[in-house]
């Protein structure tokens, strides 16, 4: 049989759609692009709802930030970018707060004005009263970065939701992914480059992949499709690693999101698009307003449309979405890491097939690299389809 392709990706999120218009736009050569899902996009997609015209992001609020001109220019390519400034609101009791955390979260939760000064002696002494000198677990760390007392409001209770796990069980790392400021400012990100597509995800990522060259197939599963493929055509999979191998070395765990929609019938239902709840006693964890994600765009709609979060662990059916990592997945991963380096003509890449949470930009960023090092010169000199081990796909 001759090889209907020269390249074959699986999955079609930011990674797999950046590999595909890579190869086919600069290489001209011929790909498909199997997705199992009945859209493209992986989790960044978003469409159109019917009954509002608002564009809902379908995997929850998707927020596009990074520092690297590389990656901003090629997003740019396909769709202009709005000014759009991400901020959360956290509803604790009957207060709201600002996140990231800063000194107007802090003065309002201990009811008056701090200096910059005073927030960090307050916590400080906070973190010494906790008896905590070096924090091992996420617990110890977050009190030793906010005080107990935010620990107690804002974040004990969203992480057990959110982690469904003790905190103190949980890595320290994870708290660093949220800032605290000593500072008025509340935005969210602070990279140079940030905004939303004016085009929408769905569109960008449509655009993406109408690249002469690229034939996409939705609602294939790749395992399925494989034994009716010719042997040893060049593949990068985007899926889990853990499936790809049978499961053989043991499963990888995940967190996975429900959401649930509802259009409400009032034009502005919270004021924001992305309010979280920490305290214990509501069972969602946030609550996503798509509408404020484009004010540029000024919906005609009466209503808005807002989906709860609900977080839980992912069984082999879900959807998987954030990585657990704890010490056993750690050494599984590595064994799986082991096996796709001895895997001839499959690269793995991405948020599922690397285990690890990539943001759109680090996908993307990764995605470059692979083409840059690995892909052109394996298809323009001949040198192997070979990245060695996974490091070319690392962000
Ligand atoms: P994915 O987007 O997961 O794409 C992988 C694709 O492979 C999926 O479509 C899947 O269906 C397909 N696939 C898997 N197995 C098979 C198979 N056997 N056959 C065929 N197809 C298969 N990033 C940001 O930058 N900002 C944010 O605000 C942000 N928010 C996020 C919120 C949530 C809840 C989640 C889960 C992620 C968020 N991200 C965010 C990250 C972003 O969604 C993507 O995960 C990231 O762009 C990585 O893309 P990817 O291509 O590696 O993976
Ligand atoms: N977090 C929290 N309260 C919040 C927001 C975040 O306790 O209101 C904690 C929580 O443990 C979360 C971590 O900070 O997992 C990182 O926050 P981020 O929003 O990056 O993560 P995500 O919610 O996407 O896991």
């Given amino acids: 049989m001759t090889n209907p392709y020269d ?3 699986v999955g079609s999120g930011f990674f797999g759609a950046t590999v595909a218009e890579r190869c086919a736009r600069e290489l001209k050569i011929r790909v498909l692009v199997v997705e199992q899902r009945e859209h493209i996009g992986g989790n960044a997609w978003s469409y159109t709802d019917p009954d509002t015209d608002i564009e809902v992001h379908r995997y929850g609020s998707h927020l596009f930030h990074c520092t690297s001109a590389d990656v901003w220019a090629y997003v740019n390519r396909f769709s202009g970018f709005s000014n759009y400034r991400h901020r959360v609101i956290s509803r604790h009791q009957n207060s709201f707060y600002t996140l990231p955390m800063n000194l107007g979260t802090l003065s309002l939760l201990y009811n008056r004005f701090l200096s910059p000064d005073e927030a960090r002696e307050l916590i400080a002494q906070e973190a010494k009263a906790a008896g905590i000198t070096h924090p091992t677990n ?3 760390k977050a009190i030793s970065l906010v ?6 409001a804002l974040i004990r209770g969203y992480t057990q939701k959110q982690w469904q796990t003790d905190p103190r069980e949980l890595p320290a790392e994870i708290i660093s992914r949220l800032p605290v400021r000593y500072d008025f400012n509340d935005a969210y990100f602070t990279d140079r480059y940030q905004g939303l597509p004016l085009i929408g995800y769905g569109k960008l ?3 993406m992949l109408a690249t002469p060259g690229i034939e996409t197939r939705t609602h294939t599963d790749y395992f399925e499709l494989q034994t009716t493929l010719p042997k040893g055509i060049p593949t990068i999979y985007t899926g889990p690693i853990d499936r790809y191998f049978s499961y053989r070395a043991g499963e ?4 996975t999101l429900d959401f649930e929609r509802e ?5 502005d239902f919270q004021g924001t698009s992305v309010v979280n709840y920490p305290d214990l006693d509501v069972n969602f964890t946030r609550i996503h307003e798509f509408r404020h994600l484009h004010p540029e765009r000024d919906y005609a709609s009466h209503r808005s449309v807002i989906f709860r979060e609900y977080a839980r662990f992912a069984t082999r059916k879900d959807a998987p979405y954030y990585p657990i990592d704890t010490r056993t997945d750690k050494s599984t991963y590595q064994a799986y890491r082991a096996l796709a ?6 690269l793995f890449g991405g948020r599922l097939g690397t285990y690890r949470y990539l943001d759109m930009h680090q996908a993307i960023g990764a995605a470059l690299k692979l083409y840059d090092n690995t892909l052109a010169p394996h298809f323009t000199e001949g040198r192997p389809f070979k990245s060695n081990s996974l490091e070319a796909t690392d962000p």
């Fill in 7 to 9: 390249l074959i990706v």
């Fill in 138 to 140: 996420f617990e110890e």
């Fill in 147 to 152: 005080g107990q007392r935010m620990y107690d």
């Fill in 205 to 207: 990522l449509e655009s």
């Fill in 252 to 255: 990888l765990t995940w967190r």
């Fill in 263 to 267: 259009l409400v019938d009032t034009r």
């Fill in 341 to 346: 380096a001895q895997e001839p003509y499959v």
